[in-house]
């Protein structure tokens, strides 16, 4: 298994202001995923990030909006820019386990509530 | 949408019945697994089955999964009032490189 941990855990934010969050993982990982959860609702990949390359962003979600760095195997961060309400979410850190059938281990999520 | 789709929406239910909770889905896959998240916190896998196989089993958690329908379930023996939080499925696609595509999730509630 694999213990990741997320920073800030929640935050309030102002509008028009990015914030960027921390993802450490306690073991080397070939792949990170970052994932959004809007209140009440189920979540949905924004990107994966490999090390030594850009982030692969999913159909809605722009580099620009979200830029991602992953400077090494173990730590990521997801930026979440010029925040408008609607991005108020949880967002979750994720790795794959070793294992083929890739199960997914998650960091405890940092919830932003934008004003 | 390749996502599964999760019913009920809701489930409550007193401590020692059993819980249910289906999804269902549109495309191959490669696996399905079941998650579980606590009050908004990160989610924990609980069960994978492939999908070659139609029936798993994991302490009080039995999943089955018909790959001709389409459709999963999960079951939860002898519920406890810890059993209470959000539960997802997530399907990952054959090729698509360790990415899940999680369902609308099933609220449950067990009352002491």
């Known amino acids: 298994s694999a213990v990741i941990s997320q920073k800030p855990s929640r935050d309030i934010c102002q509008r028009g202001t990015s914030l960027t969050i921390q993802c450490q993982v306690d073991?080397?990982?070939?792949?990170m995923f970052w994932y959004r959860q809007q209140p009440g609702q189920s979540l949905t990949l924004i990107a994966t990030?490999?090390?030594?390359?850009?982030?692969?962003?999913e159909s809605g979600f722009v580099i620009d909006k979200f830029p991602i760095s992953r400077p090494n195997l173990t730590f990521s961060t997801l930026t979440v820019s010029n925040m408008s309400p609607e991005d108020s979410s949880i967002y979750l850190c994720?790795?794959?386990?070793?294992?083929?059938?890739?199960?997914?281990?998650f960091g405890e999520g940092s919830r932003l509530t934008v004003l | 949408s390749q996502q599964g789709e999760e019913d009920p929406q809701a489930l409550s239910i007193q401590e020692g019945e059993n819980a249910t909770m289906n999804c269902s889905y549109k495309t191959s896959i490669n696996n399905l697994q079941w998650y579980r998240q606590n009050s908004g916190r990160g989610l924990v896998h609980l069960i994978l089955i492939r999908s070659n196989e139609r029936e798993k089993h994991s302490g009080r958690l039995r999943v089955t999964l018909d790959t001709s329908k389409k459709s999963s379930s999960l079951l939860i023996t002898a519920s406890r009032a810890a059993d209470t939080a959000s539960y997802f499925c997530a399907i990952r696609l054959p090729s698509s490189y360790g990415k899940l595509t999680f369902g609308q999730g099933t609220i449950l509630t067990v009352h002491p």
């Open positions: 994720s790795v794959q386990s070793g294992r083929a059938s890739g199960e997914l281990f």
């Open positions: 990030a490999n090390q030594g390359s850009e982030a692969t962003y």
């Open positions: 073991s080397q990982v070939t792949m």
